[in-house]
């Protein structure tokens, strides 16, 4: 590293699974970070889905995945919004309050999903204060704050 060069941050990329895929006895969600080259590592049992979805810009809309490739200063094409949701089930069968699995009929596990959705009010505010004479700022300030 030279004296010139400035650290911005340090960053990881992290994958999520489910493994085995469902339907399988004992399905797990697992986590693994490529930038130190770790292996697959459990994180929860009983874990059947895992979804991400985002929201770019001021939208209200939660896709997949972004539909635009973020731009530099265009706040409309940052990710400003992530939804998460995981859905898993009891280790036992034939609960109270189960129902058939949609497998088979024996397949009678208690299940739950559970959802969060978080703003990355970091990305609006940097927009709003540094960014003021962008035509979308006026629209924002009309419109108030975001729902999350």
Same mark, same amino acid.
């Given at each position: 590293?030279?004296?010139?060069?400035?650290?911005?941050?340090?960053?990881?990329?992290?994958?999520?699974?489910?493994?085995?895929?469902?339907?399988?006895?004992r399905p797990a969600l697992e986590r693994r970070d490529l930038a130190t080259g770790e292996d697959w590592a459990p994180l929860a049992a009983n874990i059947e889905n895992l979804?991400?979805?985002?929201?770019?810009?001021?939208?209200?809309?939660?896709?997949?995945?972004?539909?635009?490739?973020?731009?530099?200063?265009?706040?409309?094409?940052? %990710?400003?919004? /992530?939804?998460? *949701?995981?859905?898993? !089930? +009891?280790?036992? $069968?034939?609960?109270?309050?189960?129902?058939?699995? %949609?497998?088979? /009929?024996?397949? *009678?596990?208690?299940? !739950? +999903?559970?959802? $969060?959705?978080?703003?990355?009010?970091?990305?609006?505010?940097?927009?709003?204060?540094?960014?003021?004479?962008?035509?979308?700022?006026?629209?924002?300030?009309?419109?108030?704050?975001?729902?999350t």
């Amino acid at each position: 590293m030279t004296a010139d060069c400035a650290i911005i941050g340090l960053f990881h990329l992290v994958q999520y699974r489910i493994n085995p895929f469902p339907p399988s006895e004992r399905p797990a969600l697992e986590r693994r970070d490529l930038a130190t080259g770790e292996d697959w590592a459990p994180l929860a049992a009983n874990i059947e889905n895992l979804q991400v979805l985002y929201t770019q810009g001021f939208g209200d809309d939660f896709l997949d995945e972004p539909v635009v490739v973020p731009v530099g200063a265009d706040p409309n094409t940052w %990710v400003t919004g /992530v939804r998460v *949701t995981v859905a898993g !089930r +009891s280790a036992s $069968t034939r609960l109270e309050g189960a129902s058939a699995g %949609v497998v088979s /009929v024996d397949d *009678t596990f208690l299940r !739950r +999903s559970y959802t $969060t959705t978080v703003s990355l009010r970091n990305q609006l505010n940097y927009a709003l204060n540094v960014s003021p004479t962008l035509s979308w700022k006026l629209n924002l300030k009309a419109r108030g704050s975001r729902k999350t």
